[in-house]
C-alpha cells in the first residue's frame, strides 16, 4: 500500500465527518449564482460617488461574495453565521418569540453556545455593517471591498426563507434536496424571466430592525416553499421529478426542469421578491456605512494592501539580517 494512502483516507473522513455534522449542506447557500449576481446588481442603486469605485471593483465585489460559504467549514464558529432557525425561539403560539435585536442583549438572554447552534445571521450582518463602517473610516481599499462583498453575503443568506428555520432541507417533512432547489435550482432556471430594477439607495436609521424585519419575512415564506413543494411532490408522478443532467463533467441526480416549472409557478415569483428584497437592502447597506464614515472620496483611497504587504516584508528583512 502506497505510504500516503492512509493520509488521504484520514483526509476523505474528515471531510465527509464535516459534511454529516454541519448545519446547512455545502453548496446549498443562496447558490454561488445567487449570491454573485445580487452583489452585482446591489452596484446599481449606489449614487455616483460611490458607484464608479464599486463599477471599478465589481469583479471582486462579484468574486468574493462566497467567500463566507468557502470558509464555513474551515472557520470555527463561521457555519452559524449563515442562517438562523426562528423556530427553535418559538413561544407557546406556536410564533417567533420577539427576538433581541442586539447581540449584547442576546448574549444576556441566551447562552452564547446555545446561541450559536441555532444561528446568529441578523446579527452577523449588524456586524459586518460595523466592519465595513470601519473599513471606510480607515481609507482602506481592499478592506472596504472585502468588507462590502461579505456583507452582501449575509445579507443574502437572511432573505432566503430556508435559512430561517431548522427544517432547512426539508429533512424534517420528507422533502430532501429543497434547499438547493429554492435557491440554486430556480434562480439559475429563471434568472433570465426575472426583471431587476436598480432601487436608489437609502440611509438606513435602524440597520438591526430592518434586518430583523427581512428575517421574519423570509420565515413567514418557509410554510410556502414548504407545502407547495410537499403539494407537488404528490401530484407529479415520481418519474418525472428527478432527472441526471451534467455540472461540467459530473453526472448529478436533480429536480427535473419541468418540476422545478411547475414549483417556481406556484411560488408565484417568491424567489424573484426575495432577490429584489436582498438586493435593494445590500444597497442600503453599502450606503448607509459609507455615510456613517463620513462619506470618504472613494476616488483618492490608497490601496493600503500592498503596503501593509511591503511592510510586513521590510520587517522581516530587519529580523533576518539581525539574526
Ligand atoms: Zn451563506
Known amino acids: 500500500m502506497n505510504k500516503k494512502q492512509p493520509l488521504l483516507f484520514l483526509f476523505l473522513l474528515i471531510i465527509l465527518l464535516s459534511f454529516k455534522t454541519t448545519h446547512h449542506p455545502p453548496s446549498h447557500t443562496l447558490g454561488f449564482f445567487g449570491h454573485k449576481k445580487i452583489n452585482e446588481l446591489a452596484i446599481y442603486g449606489l449614487p455616483k460617488e ?29 457555519a452559524p453565521c449563515h442562517y438562523i432557525d426562528l423556530d427553535h425561539y418559538y413561544n407557546d403560539e406556536n410564533k417567533p418569540y420577539t427576538m433581541p435585536l442586539y447581540w449584547q442583549d442576546a448574549i444576556c438572554q441566551f447562552d452564547e453556545d446555545s446561541l450559536l447552534s441555532h444561528g446568529i445571521v441578523p446579527w452577523q450582518v449588524q456586524k459586518k455593517l460595523h466592519q465595513l463602517t470601519e473599513a471606510f473610516l480607515s481609507r482602506n481599499k481592499q478592506r472596504i471591498l472585502q468588507t462590502s462583498a461579505e456583507l452582501g453575503h449575509y445579507i443574502g443568506d437572511a432573505h432566503v426563507p430556508l435559512h430561517t428555520c431548522s427544517n432547512y432541507n426539508g429533512q424534517k417533512t420528507g422533502q430532501r434536496g429543497i434547499h438547493g432547489l429554492w ?12 426583471r431587476f430594477y436598480p432601487q436608489k439607495a437609502q440611509y438606513i436609521e435602524h440597520p438591526a430592525q430592518t434586518i ?89 483611497l490608497e490601496d493600503k494592501s500592498w503596503r501593509e504587504k511591503l511592510t510586513i516584508s521590510k520587517t522581516q528583512k530587519v529580523r533576518e539580517h539581525d539574526q
Not at 213 to 231: G, I, Q, R
Open 212 to 300: 430583523w424585519k427581512a428575517v421574519y419575512e423570509s420565515h413567514w415564506a418557509v410554510d410556502s416553499v414548504l407545502s407547495f413543494e410537499k403539494k407537488l411532490q404528490s401530484t407529479i408522478p415520481h418519474s418525472q421529478q428527478k432527472t441526471f443532467e451534467y455540472r461540467g463533467n459530473t453526472e448529478t441526480n436533480t429536480y427535473s426542469q419541468w418540476y422545478s416549472q411547475q414549483y417556481h409557478q406556484l411560488l408565484n415569483g417568491q424567489v424573484e421578491r426575495r432577490m429584489k428584497k436582498a438586493i435593494a437592502c445590500i444597497t442600503h447597506f453599502w450606503y448607509t456605512a459609507w455615510i456613517n464614515a463620513g462619506q470618504p472620496n472613494l476616488q483618492q
Open 183 to 194: 435557491e440554486s435550482r430556480l434562480p439559475e432556471l429563471h434568472f433570465d424571466e426575472y
Open 50 to 78: 460611490m458607484f464608479f469605485f464599486y463599477k471599478e471593483n465589481m469583479d471582486y465585489i462579484i468574486e468574493h461574495s462566497v467567500d463566507p460559504d468557502k470558509r464555513r467549514y474551515a472557520v470555527k464558529n463561521e
